[in-house]
Nanobody
Framework: QVHLVESGGGSVQAGGSLRLSCAAS????????MGWYRQAPGKEREGVAS???????TYADSVKGRFIISQDNPKNTLYLQMNSLKPEDTATYYC???????????????????WGQGTQVTVSS
C-alpha cells in the first residue's frame, strides 16, 4: 500500500519562502509521475506542479517562475520549493502520485491514484 506524507507547511509573510516535502512509501518502483495540488477554502482543488520520473515538469501559470518542483527518485521523495509567496497561495497543499511506472505522464488529475493528507500553507500580507 502506497502512503504519501507531506511536511514543511506553515505560516509565512508575503514574499517569503517555504519548502514542502512528500515522502512516498510502499513503492517498489519509481512512479511515472508525481505532483502537487492545492485547495483553498471555498475553491476547487487545482494542480500546482507535476514532474515525471525523467524530470519533465509542468506548472500552473499562477506559480511559474516562483515555485520549483523536484524529486529524489532513490528516496521516492518529492519537493516543492515555493518562493515569493503571495496571500493567494494560501491553501492546503497535497502530494499526489501515479500507480503506473510505464508510459508517459499525462499531467492530469486522472493520472494520480494516491494522495497525501495535505499540509497547510498560510501566507499573510
Amino acid at each position: 500500500q502506497v502512503h504519501l506524507v507531506e511536511s514543511g507547511g506553515g505560516s509565512v509573510q508575503a514574499g517569503g519562502s517555504l519548502r514542502l516535502s512528500c515522502a512516498a512509501s510502499g513503492y517498489t518502483y519509481v512512479p511515472i509521475c508525481m505532483g502537487w495540488y492545492r485547495q483553498a477554502p471555498g475553491k476547487e482543488r487545482e494542480g500546482v506542479a507535476s514532474i515525471d520520473k525523467l524530470g519533465g515538469t509542468t506548472y500552473a501559470d499562477s506559480v511559474k517562475g516562483r515555485f520549483i518542483i523536484s524529486q529524489d527518485n532513490p528516496k521516492n521523495t518529492l519537493y516543492l520549493q515555493m518562493n515569493s509567496l503571495k496571500p493567494e497561495d494560501t491553501a492546503t497543499y497535497y502530494c499526489a502520485s501515479s500507480r503506473r511506472w510505464w508510459g508517459t505522464c499525462t499531467y492530469t488529475p486522472q493520472e494520480f491514484d494516491y494522495w497525501g493528507q495535505g499540509t497547510q500553507v498560510t501566507v499573510s500580507s
